[in-house]
T-cell receptor, first 114, second 112 residues
Framework: SQTIHQWPATLVQPVGSPLSLECTVE??????LYWYRQAAGRGLQLLFY??????ISSEVPQNLSASRPQDRQFILSSKKLLLSDSGFYLC?????????????FGSGTQLSVL | DAKTTQPNSMESNEEEPVHLPCNHS???????IHWYRQLPSQGPEYVIH???SNVNNRMASLAIAEDRKSSTLILHRATLRDAAVYYC?????????????FGGGTRVLVKP
């Protein structure tokens, strides 16, 4: 069966520190991968999506970057965190590049930048 | 990207049906209508999707207007576990891949 793993579940980081959040998918190949962020009490904002290794599309200009070094691995990074980077980060994947294919989400990482 | 409009919140009594409306007047012919829900401190969960015809599954029903400019998610008998934020989304397949853009959603409160 297909599963998605995202870690850590919670993270507290000082302003100016680096960030690395990892997401891996099992049980499938060549998935579409996504990073979303949710500020407290708000909806989800699409940050990045990837249709293949090394292929990253960025939705909004920001202090973050994403990489896909392997087919089923998606990494969200920052060199220097800002207070505004705090939020709930969610990784998701879908199997086909088709508009009727559903997204499956990871359990999320709650990031607090202090 | 085509956008959706939903009420901010709705209340329902337990065991009663809940009808969640969604307007998507700029929908294109190839956009599927997806619904997800998010429980507190969790990632969104797929509920249902459709293109033109009404759809039913174990979680809910989706009624799509004939002109596809609106749709309604129907929870037939609300339970306390259905309290969540429900998102109506148009799934856009672009040249660079899929995008699924979430709006603010509707917060559903279920009263015992």
């Amino acid at each position: 069966s297909q599963t998605i793993h995202q870690w850590p579940a919670t993270l507290v980081q000082p302003v100016g520190s680096p960030l690395s959040l990892e997401c891996t998918v099992e049980g499938t190949s060549n998935p579409n991968l996504y990073w979303y962020r949710q500020a407290a009490g708000r909806g989800l904002q699409l940050l990045f999506y990837s249709v293949g290794i090394g292929q990253i599309s960025s939705e909004v200009p920001q202090n973050l970057s994403a990489s896909r070094p392997q087919d089923r691995q998606f990494i969200l990074s920052s060199k220097k965190l800002l207070l505004s980077d705090s939020g709930f980060y969610l990784c998701a994947w879908s199997e086909l590049q088709a508009s009727n294919e559903k997204l499956l989400f990871g359990s999320g990482t709650q990031l607090s930048v202090l | 990207d085509a956008k959706t409009t939903q009420p901010n919140s709705m209340e329902s009594n337990e065991e009663e049906p809940v009808h969640l409306p969604c307007n998507h007047s700029t929908i294109s012919g190839t956009d599927y209508i997806h619904w997800y829900r998010q429980l507190p401190s969790q990632g969104p969960e797929y509920v249902i999707h459709g293109l033109t015809s009404n759809v039913n599954n174990r979680m809910a029903s989706l009624a799509i207007a004939e002109d596809r400019k609106s749709s309604t998610l129907i929870l037939h008998r609300a339970t306390l576990r259905d309290a969540a934020v429900y998102y109506c989304i148009l799934r856009d397949v672009g040249a660079a891949g899929n995008k699924l853009t979430f709006g603010g959603g509707t917060r559903v409160l279920v009263k015992p």
